[in-house]
């Protein structure tokens, strides 16, 4: 997979969707429409997915395209990192997830431990933003910004959830296999060393 085409059809795409909402002209509308099917075409080649399910993506998006948002909670207990199985993938993860329209990014914290952990938590501090970008996560067809929260653990008992089929907490030398569409090795890396020696700033991307 080339990871560039896939940025060439994002930002083909961000590009068409802007004309889309700010030009009037019924020429450039549909040239505007040709490009987004353009890019359509070219995520679905370069990521080997259905053009329907591609089309699907940018469909239901209006308005002037911008990243999406992820939050990702960080819970500690001694010198694990609570971690949860994704039962889309089977690799391990942070709790967390898309942020949700009403909810602010520390209270999609907390809703998503109890969803896919059962524990309780109370948000602590921002530990990192993150470009996935610039990380090595496999390609995806939306920019995403990655927020990390510490949250301090205040109860609950480890549970399942929809999207989950295992909890646990793991030491840096013990992590399980990871679901690296969503959390890598690196990116736990900082976050344990934010977590014991919280930096002057907060990493920005």
């Known amino acids: ?63 002037y ?22 039962t889309q993938d089977g690799g391990w993860s942070l709790p967390g997830g898309w942020a949700d329209v009403g909810y602010s990014p520390k209270e999609i914290a907390v809703k998503e431990v109890k969803e896919e952990s059962g ?23 939306y920019h995403v910004y990655k927020l990390f929260i510490l949250c301090e653990l205040t109860g609950g008992a480890a549970t399942t959830g929809i999207e989950t089929s295992e909890v646990g907490f793991f030491k840096r030398e013990e992590l399980p296999p990871l679901s690296i569409d969503r959390i890598t090795e690196s990116q736990l890396d900082l976050l344990f060393q934010e977590v014991r020696q919280p930096s002057p700033q907060v990493p920005l991307d």
């Open 1 to 63: 997979m080339d990871n560039r085409g896939i940025e060439w059809a994002k930002k083909i795409q961000a590009i068409a969707q802007a004309g889309l909402t700010y030009s009037r002209d019924g020429y450039d509308l549909e040239r505007f429409e040709e490009l987004r099917a353009i890019s359509v075409d070219m995520i679905a080649a370069y990521a080997d997915m259905e053009i329907e399910k591609v089309a699907g993506l940018f469909a239901n998006d209006s308005g």
């Open 65 to 86: 395209c911008t990243p999406k948002v992820e939050v990702r909670a960080v819970v500690m207990q001694g010198d694990g990192i609570l971690l949860v199985k994704e």
């Open 119 to 141: 524990y309780d938590v109370c948000p602590i501090r921002l530990l990192a933003v993150l470009d996935r970008n610039k990380h090595p996560h496999p390609p995806l067809a």
